[in-house]
């Protein structure tokens, strides 16, 4: 009994402590790069939908709750303010580039932004969604502090903002390569460009999984394209939402 005691003792300390956290998140993720590294870093072996797949079974398994473990994880979530603004690196390599794309890329993103929000509201309404899940679901190409912020400000869900994001960026990826070849758009900086606008940070992880100069223009589109959604989508989503949903 005293052993027993001593063990369950030790897990609930464990269970509600950042260590298993973090520990399970980094050894979730490193795992999935090596099953993904033996499949040659194939779009359909993509490492973060195979981590968070281990870490939802593990939590499961386990019985801890969603909130135990974001709460535990704090770090880690903290931490993705500073690897995005970190891409600002490989970007300033690009500049001469940049320079060159500077409309298209302009253009490309007001019409990215705009239509991935609007295009998500409507989905859900067609579908017959609630309320809360249009609120939600409106910032999904945005990254995940991002979309949890502007959920949680215009009335929405911030952990099923989060699943969405994650899923968003996980098809992205997934079907990113195909989609451009049957479009036969063939010019890194546009394929990057719109991979890190719409998928995000999976996306560009993605993105640079293939080369540098898609991965740059993978994270500048997904930081212009998280700015500009936390700027357009705290007045368009709630409009239309209400306009609907009388």
Same mark, same amino acid.
């Given at each position: 009994?005293?052993?027993?005691?001593?063990?369950?003792?030790?897990?609930?300390?464990?269970a509600?402590?950042?260590?298993?956290?973090?520990?399970?998140?980094?050894?979730?993720?490193?795992?999935?790069?090596?099953?993904?590294?033996?499949?040659?870093?194939?779009?359909?072996?993509?490492?973060?939908?195979?981590?968070?797949?281990?870490?939802?079974?593990?939590?499961s398994?386990?019985?801890?709750?969603?909130?135990?473990?974001?709460?535990?994880?704090?770090?880690?979530?903290?931490?993705?303010?500073?690897?995005?603004?970190?891409?600002?690196?490989?970007?300033?390599?690009?500049?001469?580039?940049?320079?060159?794309?500077?409309?298209?890329?302009?253009?490309?993103?007001?019409? =990215?932004?705009? #239509? *991935?929000?609007?295009?998500? %509201?409507?989905?859900? &309404?067609?579908?017959?969604?609630?309320?809360?899940?249009a !609120?939600?679901?409106?910032?999904?190409?945005?990254?995940?502090?991002?979309a949890?912020?502007i959920?949680?400000?215009?009335?929405?869900?911030?952990?099923?903002?989060?699943?969405i994001?994650?899923?968003?960026?996980?098809?992205?990826?997934?079907?990113?390569?195909?989609?451009?070849?049957?479009?036969?758009?063939?010019s890194p900086?546009?394929?990057?460009?719109?991979?890190?606008?719409?998928?995000? =940070?999976?996306? #560009? *992880?993605?993105?640079?999984? %293939?080369?540098?100069? &898609?991965?740059?223009f993978?994270?500048?589109?997904?930081? !212009?394209?998280?700015?500009?959604?936390a700027?357009?989508?705290?007045?368009?989503?709630?409009?239309?939402?209400?306009?609907?949903?009388?």
């Amino acid at each position: 009994m005293g052993s027993a005691f001593d063990f369950m003792a030790v897990w609930h300390y464990l269970a509600h402590s950042p260590i298993l956290a973090i520990c399970l998140t980094l050894s979730a993720y490193l795992l999935a790069t090596w099953i993904s590294s033996k499949f040659n870093f194939s779009p359909l072996a993509n490492p973060v939908v195979m981590a968070v797949a281990m870490i939802i079974l593990v939590l499961s398994t386990a019985g801890i709750s969603y909130e135990t473990y974001f709460a535990s994880a704090q770090v880690i979530h903290l931490m993705l303010g500073p690897v995005t603004v970190a891409l600002a690196i490989p970007l300033a390599r690009q500049l001469p580039k940049l320079r060159r794309r500077f409309l298209p890329l302009t253009i490309g993103l007001l019409c =990215g932004s705009i #239509t *991935a929000i609007i295009s998500a %509201v409507f989905i859900i &309404i067609w579908m017959g969604g609630s309320k809360e899940l249009a !609120l939600s679901i409106g910032p999904k190409s945005a990254t995940t502090p991002i979309a949890m912020s502007i959920a949680d400000k215009i009335g929405g869900i911030p952990s099923v903002a989060a699943a969405i994001v994650i899923l968003t960026g996980a098809f992205g990826a997934l079907v990113a390569r195909y989609l451009f070849n049957w479009m036969r758009i063939s010019s890194p900086e546009i394929r990057g460009f719109a991979l890190g606008l719409a998928a995000h =940070g999976i996306g #560009t *992880a993605r993105a640079f999984q %293939v080369s540098r100069e &898609i991965g740059t223009f993978a994270g500048l589109g997904m930081g !212009l394209n998280g700015v500009l959604t936390a700027l357009l989508a705290p007045t368009f989503v709630p409009v239309i939402v209400n306009y609907f949903f009388k």
